[in-house]
């Protein structure tokens, strides 16, 4: 089974400080990606990786930043954190074939900025 | 935007098979209907995906209509631990193509 593994389901903390959210993947997938979900906005693309060292910007990268210097880990950075980006992180994974292979997901980083 | 439309809500009686609808009419010839579940505090759980040939996997079947504009995901014995949101997300067949995630289906499987 794929297996997607975000380092931290809760985490707490403070505005203004640089935060990171690692995301660990064991299937050799070429894709990742992060997401954010909120209440009613659904899941939103912040940023994507189709190799190491390559990264895109989805739909929100705005405050964001991402690092992928090991093909198996993606990290999602907060430069300066604000209140506005507490939310529930997904991070996400998939083989980098044509159409039939699914992005599997981890379980979530719920940040909360104070 | 999603590419999808779904129910907002549905309820199922479990031991029952749940049919979830989507229509995704403006769906192209290269893009797959996928479908996947989010119980609640965990991450999306992908359920099955499909072209135009319908498919069936240990979780459910998915029937594809032959003109492809809308599609039927089924739970054959619904229990309470079916008991998620559904996404239908319609996505192109490069493998590093984001999912766009439309609001779902909230389905509740009743005792």
């Known amino acids: 089974d794929v297996k997607v593994t975000q380092s931290s389901r809760y985490l707490v903390k403070r505005t203004g400080e640089k935060v990171f959210l690692e995301c660990v993947q064991d299937?050799?997938?070429?894709?990742m990606f992060w997401y954010r979900q909120d209440p009613g906005l659904g899941l939103r693309l912040i940023y994507f990786?189709?190799?190491?060292?390559?990264?895109e910007k989805g739909d929100i990268p705005e405050g964001y930043s991402v690092s992928r210097e090991k093909k198996e880990r993606f990290s999602l950075i907060l430069e300066s954190a604000s209140t506005n980006q507490t939310s529930m992180y997904l991070c996400?994974?998939?083989?980098?074939?044509?159409?039939?292979?699914?992005?599997?997901f981890g379980d979530g980083t719920r940040l909360s900025i104070l | 935007d999603a590419k999808t439309t779904q129910p907002t809500s549905m309820d199922c009686a479990e031991g029952r098979a749940a049919n979830l609808p989507c229509n995704h009419s403006?769906?192209?010839?290269?893009?797959?209907v996928y479908w996947y579940r989010q119980i609640h505090s965990q991450g999306p759980q992908y359920i099955i995906h499909?072209?135009?040939n319908n498919e069936t996997n240990e979780m459910a079947s998915l029937i594809i209509t032959e003109d492809r504009k809308s599609s039927t995901l089924i739970l054959p014995h619904a229990t309470l631990r079916d008991t998620a949101v559904y996404y239908c997300?319609?996505?192109?067949?490069?493998?590093?193509?984001?999912?766009?995630f439309g609001k779902g289906t909230r389905l509740s499987v009743i005792a």
């Open positions: 403006t769906i192209s010839g290269n893009e797959y």
């Open positions: 996400a994974s998939s083989p980098n074939t044509r159409g039939n292979q699914p992005q599997h």
């Open positions: 499909g072209l135009k």
């Open positions: 997300i319609v996505r192109g067949n490069s493998g590093n193509t984001p999912l766009v």
């Open positions: 990786s189709y190799d190491v060292k390559m990264k």
């Open positions: 299937m050799d997938h070429e894709n």
